[in-house]
T-cell receptor
Framework: SAVISQKPSRDICQRGTSLTIQCQVD?????MFWYRQQPGQSLTLIAT?????????ESGFVIDKFPISRPNLTFSTLTVSNMSPEDSSIYLC?????????FGPGTRLTVT | KNQVEQSPQSLIILEGKNCTLQ??????????LRWYKQDTGRGPVSLTI?????NTKSNGRYTATLDADTKQSSLHITASQLSDSASYIC????????????FGSGTRLLVRP
């Protein structure tokens, strides 16, 4: 298994600003994933972040809005840029293999 | 279109009672099906994972079943406890190397004393 921590755990931000979310894993992993969970909804994959390569974004998500860094095998950041109230969600990072994924505790973002 | 549908959307039961949650999927090709428990304010935690060749898997009071022919799965919770109050998410993995998962919308379970 993997132990995943995220910072911040929650934040309230003003529209038009940006927030960077950090994800730290207690072991080296190849693939990291960023998900969004809107209120009352299930998880939606934003992008896959592999160390040493550009992140791969899912349909509906773009790098200008959600830039991702993956500087090493234990750390990644997701930035939510130029925020609007529609970005209010829980953002979760995840690591894993084909048969198992472990999720971080999430970052609860509220945009006012 | 690959989809995972869960029912019921929400459920209230009394402590000590059993319950069964349902999951239907249309993901193809299919590789594996997982059940996750998500407590409020927490990330999902894996309960069970089954490949297409497995029919049932247990984890304590949680028992998952899978019928790959009808593309249905269920999660049975025995002797419910207050701590079982959470969202239960059915997740299906397709048969590719992209590690992409397809998430159901979850069932919100509330266990009352």
């Amino acid at each position: 298994s993997a132990v995943i921590s995220q910072k911040p755990s929650r934040d309230i931000c003003q529209r038009g600003t940006s927030l960077t979310i950090q994800c730290q894993v207690d072991s080296q992993v190849t693939m990291m994933f960023w998900y969004r969970q809107q209120p009352g909804q299930s998880l939606t994959l934003i992008a896959t972040a592999n160390q040493g390569s550009e992140a791969t974004y899912e349909s509906g998500f773009v790098i200008d809005k959600f830039p991702i860094s993956r500087p090493n095998l234990t750390f990644s950041t997701l930035t939510v840029s130029n925020m609007s109230p529609e970005d209010s969600s829980i953002y979760l990072c995840s690591v894993g293999s084909f048969y198992e994924q472990y999720f971080g505790p999430g970052t609860r973002l509220t945009v006012t | 279109k690959n989809q995972v549908e869960q029912s019921p959307q929400s459920l209230i039961i009394l402590e000590g009672k059993n319950c069964t949650l349902q999951c239907n999927y249309t993901v193809s090709p299919f590789s594996n099906l997982r059940w996750y428990k998500q407590d409020t304010g927490r990330g999902p935690v894996s309960l069970t994972i089954m490949t297409f060749s497995e029919n049932t898997k247990s984890n304590g009071r949680y028992t998952a079943t899978l019928d790959a022919d009808t593309k249905q799965s269920s999660l049975h919770i025995t002797a419910s406890q207050l701590s079982d109050s959470a969202s239960y998410i059915c997740v299906v993995g397709g048969e590719d190397s992209s590690y992409k998962l397809i998430f159901g919308s979850g069932t919100r379970l509330l266990v009352r004393p």
